[in-house]
């Protein structure tokens, strides 16, 4: 949906002496590609920390040091500092940093140990949580999700929808499809309106230590290791009007 079909339904609606509200506006893309930057310069975190997946209760990374190295991954992402926005915006900024910090928290205390079978703080399981602990502080306003091919699932609640799945397979898996570029729209989801925003994630030299090779095999339930640059998943995210 383009701007300026946006317009001409406002102005239609004017005409016909209707109140019209848009579908979506500028600010919900902003607040979704925000959370999606955020949630990935948070998780970065932990690939640049290796302590931090294997024994994160002795890493020596508390929460503070944490949101202070995804500040700067933001940063380098980017281009511009970290700062609290206004509007919905900042709203959702805030929350997901709380969301980040209980899941920090709790793990890094050793309050949550639900980890993977060798107590590893893998990067998609702190996603998982991030996301899941977002849902909960918005109040079910707004949700975040990882999400992949099913190739390449490991945790079933991850597996991607029927509008995920689309775009996955009948957008970003395509050759014309401009790499790295997200897909947004407004959609049905769990039964109501949302906009939602999904965003590509390849993977990367970082990536391989887990995704690639005999490493690859021993996490993966499908066995099926990634290859640097190739589509890994991708990062959803719903806004319900």
Known sequence: ????FVSFVIL???VLGLAVTPAWSSEDEAVANELTTLLKASR???VQNKPLIKNPQKAGIDV???LSITYKN???ATGKKFEKSGGNVGKAQEQLIQAIEQVVGDVVSGKDTALDPQGRFLPAIFARKAASKFGEVSGGKMTLKLTTRDEYLVNASNKAD???KSVIDGKFLKQNWKKGQSYSEVSEHGGKKAFRLISPEYYKKGCMGCHGGK???KIHASKMPGLQGQLGGAISVSIYK
């Open 1 to 4: 949906m383009t701007n300026k």
């Open 12 to 14: 239609l609606g004017f």
């Open 44 to 46: 970065a975190v932990l």
């Open 64 to 66: 503070n040091k944490f």
């Open 74 to 76: 933001y940063e380098k």
């Open 162 to 164: 029927a509008w995920e």
């Open 215 to 217: 490493n690859g095999a």
